[in-house]
C-alpha cells in the first residue's frame, strides 16, 4: 500500500499502521480514511498529503 506524507509537517501515513490514535485502523488505505480527518501532528487535512 501506499505511503503518504504530510507537506506541511512530514508526517508519514503508513497503512500498515494506519492511526489508531484517530480510530483508523491498522491496514486502511489512504484513500480509505474519512475526508474529515485530519494530520495527528499539525491537523492539516487529507489534500495536504501527498504519495511517496
Not at 499502521?17 to 491498522?26: E, K, Q, T
Not at 485530519?38 to 511517496?52: E, I, L, N, Q, Y
Amino acid at each position: 500500500m501506499q505511503k503518504y506524507v504530510c507537506d506541511l509537517c512530514g508526517y508519514e501515513y503508513d497503512p500498515e499502521l494506519g492511526d489508531p490514535d484517530s480510530g483508523i485502523a491498522p491496514g486502511t488505505a489512504f484513500e480509505d480514511i474519512p475526508d474529515d480527518w485530519t494530520c495527528p501532528v499539525c491537523g492539516a487535512t487529507k489534500d495536504a498529503f501527498s504519495p511517496m
